[in-house]
């Protein structure tokens, strides 16, 4: 069974966010990926499992070789985390726009 991992956890590792660049370009085998970083091919092997299990990406087998496709959809997750933030944000500086802009008025 997969253990469902989060896609926070995967974002968060600067590799793996390496590995999603990488891979929205184009899709890519393990070793061709391995070959980017200073670790070992096990290592980048992992953070690919980590990413597979969220989601992120796909894993597919084209004769011997297992290429790994980008699937930037669950990325949402993120967008609509960050989205009601920004909102937050936004409407925290319009006040704050609105309150100088009457103490600016106030002094003229």
Same mark, same amino acid.
């Given at each position: @069974?997969?253990?469902?991992?989060?896609? $926070?956890? !995967?974002?968060?590792?600067?590799?793996?966010?390496?590995?999603?660049? @990488?891979? #929205?370009?184009? =899709?890519?085998?393990?070793? #061709?990926?391995? /070959?980017? $970083?200073?670790?070992?091919?096990? #290592?980048? =092997? &992992?953070?690919?499992? $980590? &990413?597979?299990?969220?989601?992120?990406?796909?894993?597919?087998?084209?004769?011997?070789?297992?290429?790994?496709? #980008?699937?930037? !959809? /669950? &990325?949402?997750?993120?967008?609509?985390?960050?989205?009601?933030?920004?909102?937050?944000?936004?409407?925290? &500086?319009? =006040? *704050?726009? =609105?309150? *100088? !802009?009457?103490?600016?008025? /106030?002094?003229?």
């Amino acid at each position: @069974m997969t253990q469902k991992r989060d896609i $926070f956890q !995967a974002i968060a590792d600067p590799t793996r966010r390496q590995i999603i660049g @990488m891979l #929205a370009r184009k =899709s890519l085998n393990v070793n #061709a990926i391995a /070959k980017e $970083f200073d670790i070992t091919r096990q #290592a980048v =092997s &992992l953070h690919v499992q $980590f &990413l597979n299990d969220c989601g992120l990406i796909v894993i597919k087998q084209q004769g011997r070789e297992r290429y790994c496709e #980008a699937k930037l !959809a /669950k &990325l949402n997750e993120v967008t609509d985390w960050v989205d009601q933030y920004r909102k937050y944000w936004d409407n925290k &500086l319009d =006040s *704050l726009e =609105s309150y *100088l !802009a009457k103490i600016q008025k /106030k002094k003229k």
